[in-house]
């Protein structure tokens, strides 16, 4: 009998192979992947939800646990105008492990009553709100929403950061301005949106019946009682 090799030589193999099918960018983004599978871009209409999700290590592929559309080419990661159907890890963001927007497009598919989850990762692990706003991922942002013309508009932005800005000590004040910064500019490239201050978020949400909120504070206020 020829000598087993060990269980360990076999995972190895396993993560050199998936490592060599992934691309990366400048900024570790996930780029390509030759392992998904790319389909046809569905067109977006009233039973789509469209998720744009931006921010750090949370919004990124860094969890444990990977997820795979359980419902085919219904829930698509969209990237620089191709479609894959959505698997762990996503384009366009850092990171090769796993994330939580596919398992929420599973839900949504399941019990949210929408037909079609399309997800536009944008995240970058350990980044500031500041890179964001006006500094080297300025790019990201702008680069992610062009691509969106004339293909799909937003339904659902989510803001999944501030670990950096706690860690650097950036006060609530400065912070709430970077994220404001933010929401600007997602405006002026055509997602249209609206800033509105917290103490009138009720009558707004009652006025505007909003498709989509992005939400801002301080980074440590996520801790803080009430």
Known sequence: HGAMAPANAFISARYAEATTAMQFDRFGRLVSDFRKTEVPCPKQDEK????????QSN???????RFVSMHGNKIINYFQGHCMVAQSPLLGATGNGGEQ???LG??????GGYGRVIIIPAAI???AAKQWSDGDLRTVLDDTLLSLKDAYVPTI???????????????????REEVTKVARRVREMGVYSEIVP???AEAAFAAMKPRGVIFSGGPASVLDEG
């Open 157 to 175: 932005v989510i803001w999944h950061q501030g670990e950096a800005d706690f860690f650097f000590e950036t006060s609530e004040s400065e912070y």
């Open 101 to 103: 927007w596919t398992a």
């Open 59 to 65: 919004a990124a592929n860094t969890s444990t646990q």
């Open 125 to 127: 692990n350990g980044s």
């Open 48 to 55: 789509t939800v469209v998720i744009l999700a931006l921010g």
């Open 198 to 200: 917290f103490q009138k």
């Open 106 to 111: 599973n839900e949504l598919i399941e019990n």
